[in-house]
């Protein structure tokens, strides 16, 4: 990796990434995925990310959408990484080019739900005196992924 997109990566992401650990349904363990969301403008931005990283996903959004004070916002282009092998690249990424806001503290319970999610290699995660444990771990690590993010005015 060049240190220098290495270094410039890990600050927009600081900025601008998201470490999620989305739950599909009650029955499943959370799938960590990682976002970069851009306005569309930017999406040269994203593809070259993408091509450096050589994984990854370029989705966009055909439309804006409202919030809740009426404004639509601009069309947005996300770079997305959710398949295990390559959750697993960014996690060594981050290791060796370190995030240094708050962020740091979704991508170290994130990094944990990746490893743990890439030790099942197959199908479901059957529950078995050496899966629950993991599943159990998974759940709350999704939880305190949320909880961390609460805003705490500084003082």
């Known amino acids: ?3 220098k997109f290495g270094n410039w990566f890990s600050g927009l992401v600081d900025g601008e990434g998201c470490f999620s650990l ?4 009650k029955y ?9 969301t851009m306005r569309a ?9 993408k091509s450096t990283l050589g994984f990854g996903q370029i989705y966009s959004r055909k439309h804006g959408y409202k919030n809740s004070q009426g404004y639509t916002s601009k069309l947005l282009a996300s770079y997305v990484v959710w398949n295990k092998s390559d959750t697993l690249k960014l996690v060594e990424l981050f290791r060796e080019f370190p995030l240094r806001s708050k ?3 979704d991508f170290t319970l994130w990094a944990e739900a990746v490893e ?8 479901r995660w059957a529950d078995t ?20 993010r609460v805003y705490v005015p500084p003082d």
């Open 1 to 3: 990796m060049n240190e």
């Open 22 to 25: 989305p739950v599909p349904s």
């Open 28 to 36: 499943t363990i959370p799938h960590p995925r990682f976002d970069l």
């Open 41 to 49: 403008d930017d999406i040269r931005m994203l593809e070259q990310i």
């Open 103 to 105: 962020k740091s503290r």
């Open 116 to 123: 743990i999610w890439n030790l099942h290699k197959y199908g």
């Open 129 to 148: 005196p050496e899966t629950l444990p993991l599943k159990e771990r998974m759940r709350e690590l999704a939880v305190l992924i949320k909880d961390i």
